[in-house]
C-alpha cells in the first residue's frame, strides 16, 4: 500500500509504487533525481493562482502480512517513509525513514492530513546514525541484494533504460533490447554489470601498460636527444682538429697556384695589345662606306612624293567606305521598323486613326459605367449577405437590447420571432405587428428588472409574456417558443385594433393605419430566414449580370485600343517608306563616287610598295656594314676589360701575403701537396676551403642545435655571425673568422668532456630501472585478462542457463494457457572492444501458431492481440525464472491499451492467473471501461478519483476485495480515507 500526501499526486500512483519497491530504474546511485517530478506542480496543473509548487512530499508504504485479522494487521505492520526534496541546495534526493506499526498523518479531512505529515515525518527516528538513509542505499537496506521490483511504466517522470515490454507491440522491439528487459527482470543485468566492470579494470590495466610503455617511450626520447648532443660534441671535436688541416692545405694551394698564375697573365697581357691595334684599322675602312650610301638626295624626293599621295587617296576611299556602311546599317533598320509597322496596321480593320480614337473614347466611357455598375451590385449583394447572416442568428431587430440583457442573465427573443400566423392571421396580424417589429419580448417577471437595464437606450420597447390569458380567444396567432406566451399581448392588441380591406391595412383607437399586403411573411424566424435568402438570390443575379456587363466592357476596350494601335502604324508606316528611297538613292550616289577614285587608288599602291623595297635594299645594306662595324668595336672592348682584369688579378694575387701566412718556404709547400693522398693532389683552394668550412658549421650545428642555441657563448655568437654573413664579401669575411672561430670551438669542446662522462652513466641506469617497471606493468595486465576471460566464460554458462529457464517457463506457459509452444533463440555474442559498452545479446522469442508446426520468430506479421498474449507470458516466465526465491512485485501501466476490450479482459485474466501460480505480485493500471473484469481477476482493487486537474487533492478511493481479502481491504479503506473519516452524505 502507498500513500502521498498533499501535491505529490501529478505523477502516476504506479511510478510511486516503483518507487517504494526500489526499481533500479529509478537509478538511486546518482540521487534519484527524476523523483523531483512527483512533486505537484502548479503550473503545470493549471492552478497557479491558487496554489504553489510543493518544494517537498512523501511516499508512505504500510507492509503488512497477506493474511489475517485486521488486529493482527495493524500489529504486524511496518511503515517506511520516503521524503522527496526539491529544495535541497544539492539537488534532487531521496531521505528513508521506517518504524514498526502504523505511522500515518491522522485528520477529518486531507488539508489537515497535509498538514501533519511533517510532524510524524520528525518523529521517526533516522536509521543511518544522525542521518536518514540517502537514495543510493535504499535499494539495499530495504530489499538487500536481491531485484525486488519490475516496472514497465509509461510514464515520463523517468526514463526506463529497459523497454516496456507490455506497452507496445512485441515485434517492433529489437532483439538487444528484449534480452535487456529479460536481464532485468532475472537479474542478469547485475552480472553483466559485474563483467562490464572486469572489462573495464582489464582496460585500465592495459591503460597502464601502455602508460608505461609511452612513459618509456618518451623517456628514451629524451634520453636519445641528451645522448645524441653528447656523440655530437664527440664528432665535433674530430671535426674541429680536421678542418684545421683542411685549412693548411688551403694556404699551401693558394701559394703555389698563385705563382703559377702570375706568370701566365704576364704572357697574356703581350698577346692581347697586338689584337687591339689590327681590329682598330678595319672599323675605320667600314665607316667610310656607311656614308657613302646614306648620301642619296633623289630617291629621298621619290619617296617622299609616293607616300604623300597615297596616303590621301587611300584617307579619301576609306572615308566613303564608312558612309557606305553606316548608310546600309540606317536602311536595315527602317526596313525593320516598317515591316513591324505594317504587321501592326493589320488590326487597324480598315479604320482610319481619328475613327479608331473615338471608338477608344467610347468604349473607355462605357467601361466605366460597368465598373461604377458593379460597385453598386457587389454592395446590394454584400448587404443582403449581412441582413441574411443576421436574420438566420436572431440578431436583425432588437439585437442591442437583447445583447444587454442577455449579459445580465435575462433571456429575450425578437417580437417578430416570437409569433407565427398562418396564411388567414397574415392579413391583419402582420400590420398590427409591424410597430413593434424593433420589440424585446422578455417574461413578465422580468420586466421591471430588464427596464432598469435598458434605461442606457432610449427608445427600447419591451413586450411582457407570460401574462394571464384571456378567456374566450382562440384564433389568436400561435407561440414560436413555449417559453414566451404572447396570448395576453395579442389578446389585448386585438381589441385596440380594426382590420380592412382593399387595400390591407389596419387602424387603431388612436387614427394609426398600418399598410399591409406584405409579399412574403414577416413573422416566424423560418419565413423571415427565407425573405433574407430570396433577397439574396435576387441581388446574387443582379450581380452576376453587372459581371458579365464589365467583362464584355473590358473586352470591347481591349478590341478598340488594338484598332488604335493598328490605325497609328499604317501612318507610321508611310513615313518609314519615303525614309528609305532617300537613304537608298544617297548609297547609290557615294558608290559611284568610290567607284571613280579606284584607278588613281592602285596606281598609288603600286608606286608607294615599289620605294618601299628599294629603301628595304639599301637600309639592309648599311645595317650589315654597321652590324660588322659594332662587332668589331665590341671585341676591342672586351679585349681592354680583359686586359684590364687580368692586371687587377695579378694584384690580387696576394703573393707576399700568402708567403707570411704559409710561414715556410715556397718549396715546402710544394712538398706538403706533394706528400698528400693521390686524390686529394688535384683539389683547388676552394676544395679545401669547403672541406673546411663544412666541417666547422658540421661541428657548430652539432653542439649547439637549434634547441640549444641559448647556449653558445658570446665570443662564438659573434664570430659566428661574421662567419655566416652573406652578401657581397662574405667569403673573404668568412676566412679571416675562420681561425679565431675554431680556436673557441677548440675550448668550449675540452671543458665540456667530463660532463660528458657522467650523464652517459646516468642514463644508463636510468635505462635499466625503467624496463623492469614496464614488465611488471605487462605481467599485470595479463593475469586481468585471464580473470577476465575465466569470468566471461563462467558469466556466459550462467546467462544460457538463465535463459535456458525462462524458454522453458515461456513454453510452460504458453501451453499451459493456450499456445501451442514457445521458445527463445540466441547466441553468444562477443564482447566489446569498448569497456563503457555492454555486452549485448540477442534474443528472438519464437512460437508455433498450431499444433505441430515449427517455431516462428517473433517479429513476423501476426495479429495485435497474439503478440501481446506472448508478451505477457514472456515478462512472467522472465519473472518465475529470476530464482532469487524472494517476492517479487511486478508493475504495469497501460495493460492492454493496444488491444480490443475481449483480448485486454483476457490479458489481465491472464496475468493473474500466471502471477498467483508463480508467486508474482502484479500491480497495474487499466483503462475505466476494464473495471468490472479487473475487480474480478485481481486479488484487490484500487480506485484513485480527482475532482479535477488542477485540484491538488484526491477524492476517497474506492477499494474493492475478496472475502479472503476482507481485513486488508478494510484497513486499507480506513487508511486512506483518514482513520475513520468519512464522506459527508
Known amino acids: 500500500m502507498a500513500e502521498a500526501t498533499r501535491r505529490s499526486f501529478t505523477g502516476q500512483p504506479l511510478a510511486q509504487i516503483s518507487l517504494l519497491h526500489a526499481d533500479e530504474q529509478w537509478r538511486f546511485g546518482s540521487g534519484a533525481p527524476a523523483a523531483v517530478d512527483l512533486l505537484f506542480n502548479s503550473e503545470d496543473a493549471g492552478g497557479e493562482d491558487r496554489w504553489g509548487n510543493a518544494d517537498h512530499g512523501y511516499v508512505i508504504g504500510v507492509f503488512a502480512p497477506a493474511a489475517g485479522t485486521l488486529d493482527q494487521l495493524q500489529a504486524s505492520a511496518l511503515t517506511v517513509w520516503i521524503r522527496i526534496d ?18 500515518l498523518p491522522t485528520g477529518d479531512n486531507e488539508a489537515e492530513r497535509e498538514q501533519a505529515a511533517d510532524s510524524v515525518w520528525q518523529a521517526l527516528p533516522p536509521r543511518a546514525r544522525r542521518q536518514d538513509v540517502a537514495a543510493r542505499d535504499l535499494p539495499r537496506t530495504l530489499y538487500g541484494e536481491h531485484v525486488r521490483c519490475v516496472s514497465f511504466l509509461s510514464t515520463s517522470v523517468r526514463a526506463s533504460a529497459a523497454p516496456n515490454l507490455l506497452a507496445q507491440p512485441l515485434n517492433e522491439i529489437s532483439k538487444r533490447r528484449i534480452f535487456e528487459a529479460i536481464a532485468a527482470l532475472t537479474g542478469i543485468d547485475r552480472e553483466l554489470e559485474t563483467e562490464r566492470q572486469a572489462r573495464r579494470h582489464e582496460y585500465d590495466l592495459l591503460q597502464k601498460a601502455n602508460n608505461a610503455e609511452s612513459d618509456l617511450a618518451a623517456w628514451e626520447e629524451s634520453a636519445q636527444v641528451i645522448e645524441d648532443g653528447i656523440d655530437a660534441r664527440d664528432r665535433a671535436r674530430g671535426r674541429v682538429a680536421d678542418a684545421a688541416d683542411r685549412w693548411r692545405s688551403r694556404t699551401a694551394r693558394l701559394l703555389c697556384d698563385a705563382l703559377q698564375r702570375n706568370a701566365e ?44 599621295t597615297f596616303d590621301r587617296l587611300d584617307g579619301a576611299d576609306r572615308e566613303l567606305s564608312n558612309q557606305i556602311a553606316a548608310l546600309e546599317q540606317q536602311i536595315e533598320e527602317t526596313d525593320r521598323q516598317l515591316r513591324a509597322a505594317r504587321e501592326t496596321a493589320r488590326d487597324a480593320d480598315g479604320r482610319d486613326e481619328p475613327t479608331a480614337n473615338r471608338e477608344r473614347t467610347d468604349a473607355d466611357i462605357n467601361l466605366e459605367g460597368a465598373v461604377k455598375a458593379l460597385g453598386v451590385a457587389e454592395k446590394a449583394l454584400s448587404d443582403a449577405e449581412t441582413s441574411l447572416q443576421d436574420t438566420e442568428s436572431g440578431r436583425d431587430l432588437a439585437r442591442q437590447q437583447i445583447d444587454v440583457l442577455a449579459a445580465e442573465g435575462i433571456r429575450g427573443i425578437c417580437l417578430l420571432d416570437a409569433v407565427v400566423l398562418n396564411a388567414q392571421q397574415r392579413s391583419k396580424w402582420e400590420s398590427a405587428l409591424w410597430p413593434y417589429r424593433e420589440a424585446a419580448v422578455v417574461d413578465s417577471g422580468d420586466l421591471d428588472r430588464a427596464s432598469v437595464l435598458l434605461a442606457g437606450v432610449p427608445g427600447s420597447t419591451l413586450i411582457a409574456a407570460n401574462l394571464t390569458k384571456s378567456a374566450g380567444r382562440i384564433d389568436l396567432p400561435r407561440n414560436a417558443d413555449p417559453q414566451y406566451d404572447l396570448s395576453g399581448f395579442l389578446a389585448t392588441l386585438d381589441t385596440r385594433v380594426t382590420a380592412r380591406a382593399n387595400p390591407d391595412r389596419v387602424h387603431d383607437d388612436a387614427g394609426v393605419v398600418i399598410i399591409g399586403g406584405f409579399p412574403s411573411p414577416v413573422t416566424g424566424r423560418a419565413a423571415r430566414i427565407a425573405a433574407a435568402r430570396e433577397r439574396v438570390r435576387q441581388e446574387s443575379e443582379g450581380h452576376q449580370l453587372a459581371e458579365e456587363r464589365w467583362k464584355s466592357a473590358g473586352r470591347r476596350v481591349t478590341a478598340a485600343e488594338r484598332r488604335q494601335k493598328g490605325a497609328r502604324a499604317a501612318v507610321e508606316a508611310t513615313q518609314l517608306d519615303v525614309r528609305i528611297g532617300s537613304l537608298r538613292k544617297r548609297d ?44 668589331l668595336d665590341e671585341a676591342n672592348k672586351t679585349r681592354r676589360e680583359k686586359l684590364e682584369n687580368l692586371k687587377k688579378e695579378q694584384l690580387q694575387l696576394g703573393l707576399p701575403e700568402l708567403t707570411a701566412q704559409w710561414d715556410g718556404t715556397l718549396d715546402s709547400a710544394s712538398k706538403h701537396l706533394l706528400d698528400l693522398p693521390e686524390n686529394q693532389q688535384s683539389w683547388t683552394a676552394g676544395d679545401w676551403w669547403e672541406e673546411a668550412r663544412d666541417l666547422i658549421r658540421t661541428a657548430i650545428s652539432e653542439c649547439f642545435p ?28 668568412a676566412q679571416a673568422a675562420f681561425a679565431p672561430l675554431r680556436h673557441a670551438l677548440h675550448v668550449y669542446l675540452r671543458h665540456l668532456e667530463g660532463t660528458d662522462r657522467y650523464e652517459r652513466q646516468q642514463i644508463a641506469t636510468q635505462r635499466r630501472e625503467r624496463h623492469e617497471s614496464l614488465g611488471a606493468a605487462r605481467i599485470g595486465h595479463e593475469e586481468a585478462v585471464q580473470a577476465s576471460r575465466a569470468y566471461r566464460g563462467a558469466l556466459s554458462s550462467a546467462i544460457k542457463k538463465k535463459l535456458a529457464d525462462v524458454a522453458a517457463q515461456f513454453d510452460r506457459l504458453d501451453r499451459a494457457y493456450g499456445g501451442y509452444g514457445a521458445s527463445l533463440q540466441y547466441d553468444e555474442p562477443p564482447p566489446p572492444v569498448d569497456p563503457t559498452e555492454d555486452w549485448g545479446w540477442n534474443v528472438v522469442p519464437t512460437w508455433r501458431r498450431a499444433e505441430g508446426r515449427r517455431h516462428i520468430p517473433y517479429d513476423r506479421r501476426a495479429n495485435t492481440a497474439q503478440i501481446d498474449d506472448r508478451a505477457i507470458k514472456l515478462v512472467c516466465a522472465a519473472a518465475a525464472a529470476s530464482g532469487t526465491g524472494r ?47 479487473a475487480i474480478d481477476a485481481c486479488g484487490e482493487y484500487v480506485k484513485l478519483r480527482r475532482s479535477s486537474d488542477s485540484s491538488p487533492y484526491n477524492e476517497q478511493p474506492v477499494v474493492v476485495g475478496y472475502d479472503e481479502h476482507a481485513p486488508r481491504v478494510e484497513l486499507l479503506r480506513a487508511w486512506l480515507t483518514g482513520n475513520e473519516y468519512r464522506e459527508p452524505a
Open 86 to 103: 526539491r529544495s535541497s541546495q544539492k539537488g534532487p534526493r531521496l531521505k528513508l525513514r521506517w518504524q514498526d506499526g502504523l505511522h
Open 265 to 308: 697573365i704576364q704572357a697574356e697581357v703581350a698577346g692581347i695589345d697586338i689584337e687591339i691595334e689590327k681590329t682598330s684599322r678595319m672599323a675605320q675602312e667600314l665607316v667610310g662606306q656607311v656614308a657613302e650610301l646614306a648620301d642619296d638626295e633623289a630617291f629621298t624626293r621619290r619617296q617622299q612624293a609616293a607616300m604623300s
Open 588 to 631: 547609290q550616289a557615294i558608290r559611284n563616287e568610290c567607284a571613280k577614285l579606284s584607278p588613281a587608288l592602285g596606281a598609288a599602291v603600286v608606286e608607294r610598295d615599289e620605294v618601299l623595297r628599294l629603301e628595304g635594299v639599301r637600309q639592309k645594306q648599311i645595317e650589315s656594314l654597321q652590324r660588322q662595324k659594332t662587332t
Open 706 to 733: 637549434r634547441t640549444a642555441s641559448d647556449s653558445m657563448s658570446t665570443e662564438i655568437t659573434g664570430l659566428l655571425e661574421e662567419f655566416n654573413q652573406r652578401g657581397p664579401g662574405s667569403s673573404q669575411r
Open 887 to 933: 517476492p517479487l512485485v511486478l508493475v504495469l501501466d497501460e495493460l492492454g491499451r493496444n488491444l480490443g476490450k475481449q483480448h485486454r479482459r483476457e490479458a489481465v485474466a491472464l496475468l493473474g492467473q500466471i502471477g498467483r501460480e508463480s508467486g508474482i505480485t502484479v500491480v497495474g493500471a487499466l483503462q475505466d471501461d476494464m473495471e468490472s473484469y
